[in-house]
């Protein structure tokens, strides 16, 4: 008991030690999600952590193996495009949970359902009467010009005005302990099924300390979707048929894909099990076709019709968005969502939310450049070795530099790009993600970490109190998109206590 | 003017094809100077139609066929009365440039003054502006200016069917000096977009008159452009023909460029080589309306890589039909 204490502070000096290299010597300390400053554990993590000490180094090692044993007989891969391995691989996964206080959930909780609902009502006023452009609250070229944007889309109904119904925004911890919103996921945003499956691995690794711990449960979300879904469905219809729609095997996601219909208890099909015949939408069963309601698009807008989008699609089916146009059928999330989480549309959030709710944001914003304004854009250039640089148009940490962890040759490389095509970027300054205790190779470090919750809106929007927490498995790393090479970990919501009394 | 339109369009399949799904822009707009009488749409094999208004404001009419067939013609029929548009005035003011940097025509017009597809500046159009001297134009005032962009474009192209296809970027003509209306319009559209003026494709028929000097094909459909000048509002300009867009003009479809409003446009299952045939008569009403004697045949589209034994459930893009 007593070893495993040491061995946990002396970790914990380490990760100090680490944070104090010399390229990031200006920013300050990074927050360890388990222990405040003076190294003490964290009540909500006081229970997880006295569980921990009484394990040895070959107890974590042997519920490390079950865990990953269980996610291999589950199947739960994904794919990295580009490397040379096997197409799929099974996500690392870290057996300890990442635990969030009741109190601090709260504040997440309510800053997630005011964001989207304020996202929500910024497509619905661009795709109607553009009342926000003309305000001059956001640059109109910004908006019109995105590559997201979707003429298509102008004065078309949309139940409830709900264009995002699947929303998964990233949060991340600044140094202060306050959560703040990186990035709005808007159009096809993965990852729910790795948040279901952490939660049915941890339950088999910790059962005790889960079941003492009064973690909110999750097990929800699949029918809490389904709802959704079918709540975007016109009233006539009263028992809407729903399917997923998946580009196929070689996507990354298609375990999702998969995962999710079946537990939906729902048809999961491809761009070629769809046919358009007069203006409805069809599924070919062995039976003959059959309608379709509700269409759970995982494949992003420029594929999903190659009458209207993309022409040479093989992965939608022609005569979709007229049939959608035509209120036949509902796309979700709809298409054209794209342009409310550009990243340069981003740094307009906090306005955005002002302009349509009157209130402020409850979780901040990342401090932006937009390399599109002369001013920013030369502090930028001259200042790359700070900076994270991202493609506005790029995702899944596709195309980005991080200054203080690149190359003289990757810099000059982005200086160039910039100068060349600088709408095309934003930069942010570098922000210490939190730290979380990990388990790396049989031993607890700590690893930077963010959040991924999962928010639904349809007729009304649901916050799911649980979230993927992403991490870098590379020590210092601050890169934790899958794509990438991260991983993940379960995330425990406490039960608030004054909410059990009765 | 009381004019009569058929259009006739035919694709042939060398085999059957299936899950056809079209889309048309075929109806003459409802507009100043110009009244819809009739309009009748034809489709063989039968389907239903439907349609709905696309951004821009243009009638879209659409259909599928989902069983096997080697043979689909479209025949459009219309009737419309046109009336010249009022005289221009000979020049306007210079003021003219400010009030087109006013807020209000860069929001509402937004989308015409912005490079999309066809339309974007290149270094050939950089180069034919410089050979031209065309920014000297803009010393007088936007009215002049489009006036002898208009001729000048008309000198400096041939017109010459064949030369470009329906998705060919506005280089080719550049570098041919020869194409169709549809390489004008685009051309024009580009250079007066670079000068903020706002500018839109308009796809339709003319009724050609040669004896008035006109020299696109009156078996094709036609296109031109219509610029935006605050005091005019939108002014139309005929750079195949050297004329502004008068009553022997029928606009179905304006847009940012061709692919925005093409006559046809369509996907289909199934591996087959396909021919596209179109026919445009237009007639003055209440004389004989005869039909077509023969269809044009349109170049065939090479298509790499169709053969290859893909997955049948691609979709091909149908040919579409340049406009001439």
Not at chain 2, 229 to 253: K, M, Y
């Amino acid at each position: 008991m007593v070893k495993g204490t040491s061995r946990v502070e002396l970790q914990a000096a380490k990760t100090e030690a680490a944070g104090r290299a010399p390229v990031v010597a200006a920013t300050p300390l990074p927050y360890d999600e388990m222990r405040d400053a003076a190294g003490k554990v964290r009540p909500h993590y006081a229970a997880l952590a006295e569980r921990i000490d009484t394990l040895s180094s070959d107890e974590l090692a042997e519920r490390q193996k079950t865990l990953e044993r269980f996610f291999l007989l589950q199947g739960i891969t994904f794919t990295v495009y580009g490397a040379e391995s096997s197409t799929e691989r099974i996500i690392p996964t870290d057996l300890l949970p990442r635990i969030i206080a009741a109190e601090e959930w709260k504040t997440i909780d309510a800053g997630l359902t005011q964001r989207l609902r304020a996202l929500n009502m910024f497509l619905a006023d661009i795709y109607s009467g553009q009342q926000i452009l003309m305000d001059g609250v956001v640059p109109r070229d910004l908006v019109l010009n995105a590559p997201s944007y979707r003429r298509e889309m102008q004065n078309l109904y949309v139940p409830h005005q709900a264009y995002a119904n699947v929303c998964g925004s990233d949060l991340i911890r600044q140094p202060d302990g306050k959560f703040a919103v990186l990035e709005d996921n808007l159009r096809v945003p993965s990852g729910v099924s790795y948040m279901l499956a952490n939660r049915e691995a941890s339950k088999r690794v910790f059962p005790g300390t889960f079941r003492g711990a009064g973690v909110r449960p999750i097990d929800r979300y699949p029918d809490l979707l389904l709802t959704t879904l079918k709540s975007m469905a016109a009233d006539w219809r009263p028992n809407p048929q729903v399917v997923v729609l998946t580009p196929g095997v070689y996507n990354s996601a298609y375990f999702e894909h998969a995962y999710l219909a079946r537990l939906m208890g729902v048809p999961l099909v491809e761009g070629r099990d769809l046919v358009v015949h007069d203006n409805m939408v069809y599924m070919r069963t062995t039976t003959g076709l059959r309608r379709i309601d509700i269409i759970y698009r995982r494949v992003d807008d420029d594929f999903i019709d190659p009458l209207t989008f993309r022409r040479d699609s093989g992965l939608g089916s022609a005569g979709l968005f007229n049939a959608y146009r035509a209120g036949n059928v509902v796309i979700c999330n709809a298409p054209g969502t794209g342009v409310a989480d550009d990243k340069a549309v981003y740094a307009y959030v906090p306005e955005i939310i002002r302009y349509y709710l009157g209130e402020d944001a409850i979780l901040p914003n990342i401090e932006t450049f937009l390399c599109r304004e002369p001013a920013q854009l030369s502090h930028v250039l001259a200042n790359l070795d700070k900076f994270v640089v991202k493609a506005v148009g790029a995702s899944g940490g596709y195309g980005m530099l991080v200054g203080p962890h690149s190359t003289k040759a990757q810099q000059d490389e982005f200086a160039a790009a910039l100068t060349a095509d600088p709408e095309n970027y934003i930069a942010q300054p570098t922000i210490q993600l939190s730290t979380g205790p990990c388990l790396i190779e049989h031993e607890i470090d700590s690893r930077h970490v963010d959040l991924r919750p999962f928010i639904l809106c349809g007729e009304k929007i649901v916050v799911t109190p649980g979230a993927l927490t992403r991490v870098a498995l590379r020590k210092g790393s601050l890169v934790v998109n899958s794509s990438q090479g991260g991983g993940s970990k379960d995330t425990w919501v406490l039960t608030d206590k004054k909410d059990l009394q009765p | 003017m009381l004019l009569a339109v058929r259009h006739s369009t035919r694709y042939q399949y060398d085999e059957p094809v299936r899950e056809s799904v079209m889309e048309l822009w075929m109806q003459p707009q409802k507009r100043t100077h110009q009244r819809l009488i009739s309009f009748e749409l034809e489709i063989d094999p039968a389907a239903q139609l439907f349609s709905y208004a696309d951004t821009f404001g243009n009638a879209v009419y659409h259909f599928d066929i989902p069983q096997p067939h080697d043979k689909l013609t479209i025949t459009a029929r219309s009737a419309v009365e046109t009336e010249p548009p009022p005289a221009l005035p000979t020049q306007l003011d210079r003021g003219e440039w400010d009030r087109l940097k006013s807020d209000f025509v860069r929001g509402e017009h937004f989308d015409y003054l912005h490079p999309h597809g066809f339309t974007g500046p290149t270094e050939s159009l950089a180069k034919f502006i410089a050979e031209r001297k065309l920014e000297e134009l803009r010393v007088r005032d936007p009215l002049s200016a489009m006036r002898d962009l208009n001729s000048i474009l008309y000198q400096a192209f041939a017109y010459e069917a064949g030369v470009t296809r329906a998705d060919s970027p506005i280089d080719h003509v550049l570098k041919a000096r020869k194409g169709v209306c549809q390489d004008f319009a685009h051309v024009m559209i580009a250079i007066c977009r670079g000068w903020g003026i706002p500018a839109r494709y308009v796809s339709g028929y003319l009724f050609t008159d040669r004896k008035a000097g006109d020299r696109s094909d009156p078996d094709a459909t036609h296109a031109w452009v219509e610029v935006f000048l605050p005091s005019l509002r939108w002014v139309g300009f005929d750079p195949t023909n050297n004329i502004l867009a008068a009553e022997r003009h029928i606009a179905c479809a304006v847009g940012r460029d061709y692919s925005d409003v093409p006559p046809s446009r369509g996907v289909y299952k199934g591996e087959a080589e396909s021919e596209l045939a179109v026919g445009v008569t237009v007639r003055k009403a209440r004389a004989a309306v005869s039909e077509p004697e023969f269809l044009r045949i349109s170049q065939p589209a090479p298509r790499p890589g169709q053969r290859r034994s893909q997955y049948s459930g691609l979709a091909y893009d149908q040919q579409r039909q340049q406009q001439q």
